[in-house]
Nanobody
Framework: QVQLVESGGGLVQPGGSLRLSCAAS????????MDWYRQAPGKQREWVAR???????DYADSVKGRFLISRDNVPNTIYLQLNNLKTEDTGVYYC?????????WGQGTQVTVSS
């Protein structure tokens, strides 16, 4: 299995930026893609962004043009750059690998956007 550890969250004002990191270890050779999700208080977890092993990216409409997913192969880390943050971006952010079942949900990293 793949082990994932998220970090980089914090408190930021509207319009600000953060960079989240997701460090992967374990069976990383079998990863097909990496996803970012988020869960706002009282809401269901929602998909945010994806990067495939081939480097193809995709984003939820709500974050398109503001968030950017990238990676470093050494170390095995996926990043999510959050720009022009809005209060509705507040939540716990999680990374997850594909195929399904290749990793468990981690502890996530809290992003709070507030003035």
């Amino acid at each position: 299995q793949v082990q994932l550890v998220e970090s980089g969250g914090g408190l930021v004002q509207p319009g600000g930026s953060l960079r989240l990191s997701c460090a992967a270890s374990g069976s990383i050779r079998h990863i097909d893609a990496m996803d970012w999700y988020r869960q706002a208080p009282g809401k269901q977890r929602e998909w945010v962004a994806r990067m495939t092993s081939g480097g193809v990216t995709d984003y939820a409409d709500s974050v398109k043009g503001r968030f950017l997913i990238s990676r470093d192969n050494v170390p095995n880390t996926i990043y999510l750059q959050l720009n022009n943050l809005k209060t509705e971006d507040t939540g716990v952010y999680y990374c997850k690998s594909l195929p399904p079942g290749s990793s468990l949900w981690g502890q996530g990293t809290q992003v709070t956007v507030s003035s």
